[in-house]
């Protein structure tokens, strides 16, 4: 079986364009909150409204798919998100910072389905493939990374109101996944025989595998450790060390680059080495992050660290998604699956929300000593276990 097959390669495409919203999202969501919330304690709220959204979104949207199939899931997550940029558009003509709350909010429900790309697109190819496969799904990054806050800038000046061109070029965006699921993506074999089975085995049954906590909390450390370090990473470099806007943004850039560009080898080392071994060498790789920012505070010292941490989350999240599917059989999957996210992504949104109060409080070192117990215990957790694992 060819791993670039057909549905494949319509995910990769549906993960381009849906990751834009982030992005943009990221870029401009401070800025547009600025003008339009009540206070300036409230502007980025529209950010931390799209990661919670996506947090709080990840079960529904796993239960809808176990009842309705990945295809309608898929579709209605994207129709949600396509109404969420007119939404966004109306806030910005209006002028009303709640418009732009729920405009965010609908984008963040969209990602929680958007984040189950990668189980689809290990359901389409043989289980030796599928780590392969989670590492070409995350190339898409790639596109979205360079696209969405490109989309988010032509947009300022392209209506009479800033940035309101940016959410209609986003429903550009948006409605081109609208089509490839529309007339590109079929559920698979395997997801048509799951909604028909029963509910599997209970939930005391799947927990006592220490394969599964090794696979929960490889996702949630590589998300939680990247979200903290990178939200800090720019205040830290800009506000506090005084580099300059131009080279903190390239620092980030290069940060996006290297949480993606990783996966162009990541498909092949986990066929060579297996997952679990691609998962100790993202721990060395978020041990080396932590030295590297606190070896100085050199444009060069942040530099690495950013890099590394891509680097580190790209191993961690391909090695937790590959691992995740020796847990579960049959419908267990939605459970596992749902369960899986809502720890990722609930990690993350505490990770990001909390990274402003630890940077300004404790600094940046100590916020990079504050990821330590995080990599140590998910070591300990592979050591537990490893044996099952190979």
Known sequence: MPILN?????????????????????????????RLAPSPGLATLPLALLVLATALSTIPASMIMRRFGRRLGFLLGNLVAVTGTLIGFLALVQGQFFLLLLATACLGFNMAFVNQYRFAAMEGVEES???????????????????????????????????????????????VVSLLILFGYRDTEVVEAAIHEGDGRAWSALLSQPLLWLALLAGAVSYSVMSLVM????????????????????????????????????????????????????????????????????????????????????FLFVAGTSLLPQCYRGAERFRVQALNDFMVFGTQAAASLGAGWLLFQLGWSPLLWATLPAVLLLGMMTIWARRPAL
């Open 6 to 34: 057909r549905n494949l390669s319509i995910l990769i495409a549906m993960q381009a364009f849906s990751m834009t919203a982030p992005p943009l999202v990221i870029l401009i969501g401070g800025l547009v909150g600025a």
């Open 231 to 314: 939200t800090a990473a720019p205040i830290s470099m800009h506000e506090m060390d005084h580099h300059s806007l131009a080279i903190t943004k390239t620092a980030i850039q290069a940060h996006i680059l290297a949480m993606f560009v990783p996966s162009l080898a990541t498909g092949w080392l986990i066929r060579r080495f297996g997952p679990v071994r691609l998962l100790i060498a993202g721990m060395a790789i978020y041990a080396g992050m932590i030295i590297a920012g606190l070896s100085g505070r050199t444009v060069g010292h942040y530099g690495a660290t950013l890099i590394l941490l891509g680097v580190g989350w790209n």
């Open 129 to 175: 493939r599928q780590g392969q496969a989670v590492s070409l799904l995350l190339l898409g990054g790639i596109f979205a990374a360079l696209v969405g806050p490109e989309a988010g800038a032509r947009g300022e000046h392209l209506l009479d109101q800033p940035y309101a061109g940016s959410f209609l070029l986003l429903t550009l965006l948006q409605g």
